[in-house]
């Protein structure tokens, strides 16, 4: 069982940084493959980025590559997202997942989700 908490969201201006953090308790934790989502208002959430269990293999959605950097921290169970260059459509409630055996960008693979952290960036 993993338990998920995002922080880090708030309120910047476009071309601002912001970096996400994901609190995992569970003591699989390091087995477990990572990955951020996002919602932004009225639209679907949508995939941003994953992370394997070693942490050796990173995927990204082409709208934020080279803008975002997804990492974790198995020595203190966090998984982070860095997040650069903001822009007002990257607004949205971001969302950290688990799953101990999926590592890709379809959301109803993974089984453990956090509460969502919110970003906005203003124009």
């Known amino acids: 069982q993993v338990q998920l908490v995002e922080s880090g969201g708030g309120l910047v201006q476009a071309g601002d940084s912001l970096r996400l953090s994901c609190a995992a308790s569970?003591?699989?934790?390091?087995?477990?493959?990572m990955a951020w989502f996002r919602q932004a208002p009225g639209k679907e959430r949508e995939f941003v980025a994953a992370?394997?269990?070693?942490?050796?293999?990173?995927y990204y959605a082409d709208s934020i590559k080279g803008r975002f950097a997804i990492s974790r921290d198995k020595s203190e169970n966090l998984v982070y997202l860095q997040m650069n260059s903001l822009k007002p459509e990257d607004t949205a409630v971001y969302y950290c997942?688990?799953?101990?055996?999926?590592?890709?960008?379809?959301?109803?693979?993974?089984?453990?989700w956090g509460q969502g952290t919110q970003v906005t960036v203003s124009s």
């Open positions: 569970g003591r699989n934790f390091r087995f477990y493959a």
């Open positions: 992370i394997s269990s070693r942490g050796g293999s990173t």
């Open positions: 997942a688990a799953d101990p055996f999926y590592n890709g960008y379809e959301e109803d693979k993974y089984d453990y």
